[in-house]
């Protein structure tokens, strides 16, 4: 029998930004990687080599376009080796004051960037991405030993890819884990196979929110690549089918929204905002919530002013 769902909503603090709560009580968190599998401002993926001076442009880009929209942003801090994730780390962080992800497929890598973030007082700002079915008892531990602010888990069960195939999944296997390292709410990320599935997906994010009242969201980026027929058609379409699912899943209630590529800033810092207007203004007008200082329902009728 499933369980009833519930009304109350779990609000994660990531240094500044706050993730969760009633759909446009906040922005949701637009998310885009950096330093990931050849990006082409690396030079070197395991020694940690890149374009120093264009990743502080793409960094401070980001902090510009979160400012002046008005909407929450986070980088997706990827790399292949522990001494990459140190460097990453290290060079992303004194340059934002926003929230970062630790992203790694290898646990050593994972450990490493959790001590690196610790040894620099930085967890109160990291997002652990992420736990999965496969992740290994020495992450548990360093996850215990170096809490960070948030903690992801992948919730895609490829036997029943299906909203309630993750919520079991939630309840059976990352209810343990979250239990063993002393989390109460995670980030939960459904997932995209390919892009119909971004439409499960969505009922997935809203079963998620509705049962549990964790914050929730997808990578719906990750499965552009698979649609041939619409790269064939040029960037231009490519962006605006990125921007729908963008605005779709937010519209499921999606906190955690990851349009791709850092180079993408600008294109999902227009479209969230432009969303948030609408989900903003209805949160404070119909149900009386106090939007935050600096919410894209004011920033985004100063574009404008912004301009001149």
């Known amino acids: 029998m499933s369980k009833p769902f519930t009304t109350k909503f779990h609000e994660i603090k990531i240094g500044d930004v706050t993730i969760g709560g009633p759909l446009g ?3 949701g968190m637009a998310v885009g990687s950096i330093f990931y599998d050849k990006h082409s401002l690396v030079s070197d993926a395991f020694a940690g080599t890149f374009d120093a001076e264009r990743a502080e442009k793409l960094i401070n880009r980001v902090n510009g376009l979160s400012e002046r929209y008005g909407v929450q942003m986070a980088f997706d801090v990827i790399a292949a080796s522990p001494e990459a994730m140190e460097k990453f780390i290290e060079f992303v962080a004194p340059r934002t004051k926003l929230p970062f992800m630790i992203n790694a497929s290898e646990a050593d890598v994972h450990i490493a960037g959790l001590q690196c973030a610790d040894k620099l007082g930085l967890l109160n700002r990291v997002i652990f991405a992420s736990l999965n079915e496969d992740t290994e008892g020495e992450v548990l531990e360093a996850l215990g030993r170096h809490k960070p602010a948030c903690v992801m888990i992948l919730a895609n069960d490829v036997g029943n890819p299906t909203p309630e195939g993750s ?3 939630i309840e059976n296997m990352f209810r343990p884990m979250l239990n063993q390292i002393g989390v109460e709410a995670p980030l939960v990320d459904l997932g995209a196979m390919d892009p119909p599935s971004v439409g499960i997906s969505m009922r997935g994010i809203e079963m998620v929110r509705e049962r549990f009242g ?3 969201g997808c990578a719906f980026s990750n499965c552009f690549p698979q649609w041939t027929g619409l790269r064939e058609l040029g960037r231009e ?3 605006l ?3 729908t699912a963008l605005v779709v899943c937010r519209a499921a209630g999606g906190d955690f929204l990851h349009y791709g590529i850092i180079e ?3 294109m999902a810092a227009h479209v969230l905002g432009s969303a948030e207007v609408f989900y903003g203004f209805a949160a404070q007008e119909l149900d009386g919530h106090q939007l935050p200082e600096g919410h894209a329902l004011l920033k985004m009728f100063k574009l404008g002013e912004q301009a001149q």
Request: overall charge neutral; hydrophobic content about 40%; charged content about 10%.
């Open 25 to 27: 009580s906040h922005t």
């Open 241 to 243: 089918s990125l921007a």
């Open 214 to 216: 964790y914050p929730a």
């Open 264 to 266: 993408k800033a600008p």
């Open 167 to 169: 919520c079991e999944m």
């Open 237 to 239: 379409w490519v962006n």
